[in-house]
């Protein structure tokens, strides 16, 4: 079974504040959100029958001392043979300035271990650098890309200006951290949340506030050469004016997987008078 790469990158999109200048670069609201997940629809040849489980992120952190993200997710995987668990935690942690990355993940199947990868990247002038400790010590040299936070930063201004189609690559140190993707990401049209919408209840007054419909296909660099490659995966999801994420979906080609918000926390904001430059 492969891993759920997808799971993760969805969830690095940080609620912001609403009430920000235009030109001003969002503020981030520390939080937590809990997503119940389940399966969409699978394919006879995925060989899936069931999928159910929870995913929990909580974002903490402000541009001046960096962005730190700590993620869970726990599956239960069937197939007409077996069933099987999948327990994987994430902690990363970014820099205002989008400079630095680090990032630390523990993979368990079954209750047992089943992978470990831990690192850090550097940007420079022609690119990344990234230095893997675990599993064992590696130098790679990427590209130039995008950490998670500032990707998905990019993501709110855009759709606040009203764009709907860009392409750009992410870095954010999943699977064996040894690669970046290129995201081609489509912004629909802002609307307001309908009185029959399952996550009404959770949204605590968000509800009022415009989303937008986001789909980000996601492609291995070596396999997007032009013409019309299926992506490695993709996801959609709404985002709301104030940058909460939502109603996912994880399309994993041979099989989907939806994600529902069913908690939502929000933390004290940092105090912008700690942070002295």
């Known amino acids: 079974m492969r891993r759920l790469r997808l799971a993760y990158t969805i969830l690095l999109l940080p609620i912001g504040f609403s009430t920000i200048p235009a030109l001003a670069a969002p503020v981030l609201q520390p939080h937590r959100a809990v997503y119940d997940v389940f399966l969409g629809k699978a394919s006879e040849r995925s060989g899936i029958t069931s999928i159910d489980g929870r995913m929990v992120y909580e974002f903490n952190g402000s541009q001046c001392e960096g962005y730190t993200v700590r993620f869970r997710l726990v599956t239960r995987i069937g197939t007409a043979d077996m069933m099987r668990?999948?327990?994987?935690?994430?902690?990363?942690h970014e820099d205002g300035q989008a400079e630095n990355?680090?990032?630390?993940?523990?993979?368990?199947?079954?209750q047992q271990p089943e992978q470990e990868v831990k690192g850090k990247a550097h940007r420079q002038k022609d690119g990344i650098s990234i230095d893997i400790d675990q599993p064992e010590p590696v130098e790679v040299r990427l590209g130039a890309a995008q950490f998670p936070t500032q990707h998905m930063i990019d993501l709110i201004e855009r759709a606040q200006k009203g764009e709907s189609f860009y392409e750009t690559s992410l870095y954010d140190g999943s699977e064996d951290a040894d690669q970046d993707m290129l995201t081609t990401i489509v912004i629909g049209k802002p609307g307001l949340t309908g009185q029959d919408d399952p996550e009404m209840s959770v949204l605590s007054g968000?509800?009022?506030e415009e989303s937008w419909p986001v789909d980000i296909a996601y492609f291995k660099h070596e396999n997007s050469g032009g013409g019309e490659e299926t992506p490695d995966y993709r996801i959609s999801?709404?985002?709301?004016?104030?940058g909460l994420t939502r109603?996912?979906?994880?399309?994993?080609?041979?099989?989907?997987?939806?994600?529902?918000?069913?908690?939502?926390?929000?933390?004290d904001m940092p105090d912008p008078k700690a942070c002295k430059k």
Request: aromatic content about 14%.
């Open 237 to 242: 999801f709404r985002m709301h004016s104030n």
């Open 206 to 208: 968000l509800e009022k």
């Open 247 to 267: 109603n996912l979906k994880m399309d994993y080609g041979d099989f989907t997987m939806n994600g529902r918000l069913v908690d939502l926390a929000l933390f």
């Open 85 to 92: 668990m999948t327990d994987q935690q994430t902690t990363t």
């Open 101 to 110: 990355f680090s990032f630390a993940t523990k993979t368990f199947i079954d």
